[in-house]
């Protein structure tokens, strides 16, 4: 199995290294805005310890994300008036992962509206207003 790289985007995040629009924030787990949504409201869920991806990550690491998963599902649901929440999770690169730290995205989804492409940067201020919308509903 590769190592964990301490070096990618979410290990940056989670040092402070790089900037990121949190949500919401526990001693297991970090929530923040993704900067290349494909649905409005668009965020991520990882552990606050290292872990490649579902293959590596221990019992306590997944409980700990899918709480917060469930936890920012809700609001985000809530938040943006939703028909339904997609949760996305790849494992390695053949299962479409592309940043190697464990992540959840979630994504609140209304009916008829098909996901946007992928890899397209959003506007910050944007974000930071949708993420203001989130955490008004997170308990």
């Known amino acids: ?8 985007i979410f290990a940056k995040i989670l ?17 923040f805005m993704d900067i290349m ?14 872990c490649r991806n579902l293959f590596d990550a221990t019992t306590e690491q997944l409980q700990a994300v899918i709480q917060t998963v469930q936890r920012i599902s809700q609001a985000t649901r809530v ?13 390695e690169a053949a299962g479409g992962q592309e940043v190697f730290h464990l ?4 994504m609140p989804r209304h009916e008829g509206v098909a996901l946007g492409p992928p890899g397209v940067m959003a506007d910050m201020s944007l974000l930071e207003t949708q993420a203001e919308k989130i955490r008004a509903h997170l308990p």
């Open 15 to 31: 040092r402070g290294e790089s900037p990121c629009i949190q949500l919401f924030e526990d001693e297991e787990t970090l929530s």
């Open 1 to 8: 199995m590769t190592t964990y790289d301490q070096d990618n």
């Open 103 to 106: 992540h959840f995205h979630v």
């Open 37 to 50: 949504p494909r649905a409005t409201g668009h965020c991520l869920i990882i552990p606050k310890t290292p």
């Open 79 to 91: 938040a943006f008036n939703a028909d339904g929440v997609t949760v996305q999770q790849f494992n």
